[in-house]
């Protein structure tokens, strides 16, 4: 029982944790920046392609976690 909700908390916070969005700027060298909040003041663009991990099947976790 412990065991099935550990897994389960385990497996929400990563899928929290995943979903962040991703930005793209330049530094002053021009040097090119990739983080999850960006600078104040600072031209930057959200990052196509930055899209979640899938969420994985409670039911899958559970029988996985049972072998």
């Known amino acids: 029982m ?3 909700w550990l897994v389960g908390l385990v497996l929400a916070t990563t899928a929290v944790c995943v979903s962040a969005q991703v ?3 330049r530094d002053e060298q ?3 920046i990739y983080g999850d909040m ?3 003041g600072v031209d930057a663009r959200l990052v196509r392609g930055a899209t979640p991990a899938r969420t994985p ?3 899958a976790a ?3 976690a049972e072998r």
């Open 62 to 64: 559970s029988a996985a």
């Open 38 to 40: 960006p600078p104040v």
């Open 57 to 59: 099947d409670p039911d």
């Open 30 to 32: 021009g040097r090119r």
């Open 23 to 25: 930005y793209e700027w």
């Open 2 to 4: 412990l065991r099935s």
